[in-house]
């Protein structure tokens, strides 16, 4: 059998003998397997763009259920853009779903976050807008407060932010305004003028910053006592501000009296000699009665502590009578009395009724300074030895020695003893 491997003919010889008849199978089509493969082919097409679909709306999050949470700051920054990541201590929460602004300049971030994640999140929880780094895209930072609320967030709600960190852009932006305003020949005169002035003078510079640092560090632990004299500085010079008056008028007296000494100066001189004199007659005097002197004062302690106990009912004596000086004459003379008419007290019994001096309680004013018309003041009973309202005094005896007398003729009296004598029998 011969090979032909070049561009030349083919043996048909050798094809026809090498070809053989395919006998038709029963039950086996051509036309339903020339359809399979493609159709196999189209399914698997179709089956993977599915799964990039499912991957790409999961990474998106297209499946996940989200509830909205509302953020008004006064600006969003210049990078932060939808889809931004909402966080709390490092965790992801829930994503910037879109931003809108209002007329004021404000910008309102519309928030979805997690279900799973809101019973963890207080209701006063704080917001923040924040970056990653300093070219670094922003995203919400919510911040647990110090103290946490007992409720949690519940979808709807819409929080405040107050402030937004600068982006780099806003910095270059104001130092492109601030460059933009200086004369670019004057800057380099400037810049020429401190460079000579610095020139060859570095270890004097550095040496002054050096012993300003070593200054500041030693004023470093007076700073608490000087602040608080600089709080306290506006309330003094008021306070100087005011009485200002007074202390040039009291220099002013100053000056005067200095003059006056001056001119008086020998009356002075003998003034003071004359009190030298008198202090050494006082040194002699007291000198020599100091044991005298302090008898006297030893004698004197009971009554004026006594004086000293009493002195608010003699305050009220005095000044009771000072009312009487101020008080209108009578237009007649006359004495005003009140007479009671009773029984009579109890007889003398000894020794029970021997008069004590020891009524105690202390001083007692009564009605003092001012009393009132037609007031008598309480009667006081007090360890003096006769009580005519003692307990059991009868006041009137029916079974008397006159009565017995009287009824019954003279008759003599019971036996009597020492603690007797001087008792009707």
Same mark, same amino acid.
């Given at each position: 059998?011969?090979?032909?491997?070049?561009?030349?003919?083919?043996?048909?010889?050798?094809?026809?003998?090498?070809?053989?008849?395919?006998?038709?199978?029963?039950?086996?089509?051509?036309?339903?397997?020339?359809?399979?493969?493609?159709?196999?082919?189209?399914?698997?097409?179709?089956? #993977?763009?599915?799964?990039?679909?499912? %991957?790409?709306?999961?990474?998106?999050?297209?499946?996940?259920?989200?509830?909205?949470?509302?953020?008004?700051?006064?600006?969003?920054?210049?990078?932060?853009?939808?889809?931004?990541?909402?966080?709390?201590?490092?965790?992801?929460?829930?994503?910037?779903?879109?931003?809108?602004?209002?007329?004021?300049?404000?910008?309102?971030?519309?928030?979805?976050?997690?279900?799973?994640?809101?019973?963890?999140?207080? *209701?006063?929880?704080?917001?923040?807008?924040?970056?990653?780094? #300093?070219?670094?895209?922003?995203?919400?930072?919510?911040?647990?407060?110090?103290?946490?609320?007992?409720?949690?967030?519940?979808?709807?709600?819409?929080?405040?932010?107050?402030?937004?960190?600068?982006?780099?852009?806003?910095?270059? !932006?104001?130092?492109?305004?601030?460059?933009?305003?200086?004369?670019?020949?004057?800057?380099?005169?400037?810049?020429?003028? @401190?460079?000579? %002035?610095?020139?060859?003078?570095?270890?004097?510079?550095?040496?002054?910053?050096?012993?300003?640092?070593?200054?500041?560090?030693? !004023?470093?632990?007076?700073?608490?006592?000087?602040?608080?004299?600089?709080?306290?500085?506006?309330?003094?010079?008021?306070?100087?501000?005011?009485?200002?008056?007074?202390? @040039?008028?009291?220099?002013?007296?100053?000056?005067?009296?200095?003059?006056?000494?001056?001119?008086? !100066?020998?009356?002075?001189?003998?003034?003071?000699?004359?009190?030298?004199?008198?202090?050494?007659?006082?040194?002699?005097?007291?000198?020599?009665?100091?044991?005298?002197?302090?008898?006297?004062?030893?004698? $004197?302690?009971?009554?004026?502590?006594?004086?000293?106990?009493?002195?608010?009912?003699?305050?009220?004596?005095?000044?009771?009578?000072?009312?009487?000086?101020?008080?209108?004459?009578?237009?007649?003379?006359?004495?005003?009395?009140?007479?009671?008419?009773?029984?009579?007290?109890?007889?003398?019994?000894?020794?029970?009724?021997?008069?004590?001096?020891?009524?105690?309680?202390?001083?007692?004013?009564?009605?003092?300074?001012?009393?009132?018309?037609?007031? *008598?003041?309480?009667?006081?009973?007090?360890?003096?030895?006769?009580?005519?309202?003692?307990?059991?005094?009868?006041?009137?005896?029916?079974?008397?020695?006159?009565?017995?007398?009287? $009824?019954?003729?003279?008759?003599?009296?019971?036996?009597?003893? #020492?603690?007797?004598?001087?008792?009707?029998?």
């Amino acid at each position: 059998m011969t090979r032909n491997f070049g561009p030349g003919p083919i043996d048909r010889s050798e094809a026809d003998s090498s070809a053989s008849p395919v006998a038709a199978s029963p039950g086996r089509h051509f036309g339903a397997q020339s359809y399979a493969r493609p159709l196999a082919g189209l399914g698997t097409f179709v089956v #993977v763009g599915v799964i990039v679909l499912i %991957a790409m709306g999961l990474f998106q999050g297209s499946f996940t259920k989200t509830v909205p949470v509302t953020v008004v700051s006064p600006r969003a920054g210049l990078v932060m853009n939808p889809d931004a990541k909402v966080k709390m201590r490092g965790v992801e929460v829930g994503k910037v779903g879109s931003i809108d602004v209002r007329p004021n300049g404000q910008a309102v971030l519309n928030l979805e976050m997690q279900p799973s994640q809101m019973h963890l999140i207080p *209701a006063n929880v704080l917001v923040d807008i924040v970056s990653t780094s #300093v070219f670094g895209a922003k995203y919400v930072d919510l911040i647990p407060p110090a103290e946490p609320s007992s409720q949690h967030l519940q979808p709807g709600a819409v929080l405040q932010n107050k402030d937004v960190t600068v982006e780099i852009n806003t910095v270059f !932006q104001q130092l492109t305004s601030v460059l933009s305003s200086i004369d670019p020949a004057k800057l380099n005169e400037t810049l020429g003028a @401190i460079a000579s %002035a610095v020139n060859g003078r570095g270890h004097k510079i550095g040496q002054t910053f050096a012993d300003f640092d070593a200054f500041l560090a030693k !004023q470093e632990p007076s700073l608490p006592a000087l602040s608080h004299d600089l709080e306290a500085l506006p309330v003094v010079s008021n306070a100087y501000a005011d009485a200002a008056p007074d202390l @040039i008028a009291t220099i002013n007296n100053t000056i005067t009296i200095s003059k006056t000494l001056t001119d008086e !100066q020998k009356n002075l001189d003998t003034f003071l000699l004359s009190s030298i004199g008198l202090a050494d007659t006082g040194n002699d005097v007291v000198g020599a009665n100091r044991q005298p002197l302090t008898d006297v004062l030893h004698l $004197l302690k009971p009554t004026t502590d006594l004086l000293n106990e009493y002195h608010q009912a003699l305050w009220c004596g005095i000044k009771g009578s000072l009312e009487n000086l101020h008080s209108p004459n009578n237009t007649e003379p006359m004495i005003y009395a009140q007479v009671f008419l009773g029984f009579g007290a109890e007889r003398y019994r000894y020794p029970s009724n021997l008069p004590k001096v020891a009524a105690t309680g202390g001083p007692r004013c009564e009605n003092l300074p001012v009393v009132p018309y037609g007031k *008598a003041p309480e009667f006081v009973i007090s360890d003096v030895g006769t009580n005519p309202q003692e307990y059991g005094n009868p006041q009137l005896m029916w079974n008397s020695d006159a009565l017995k007398q009287l $009824l019954y003729g003279p008759i003599d009296g019971p036996p009597r003893n #020492v603690t007797q004598i001087g008792q009707p029998g």
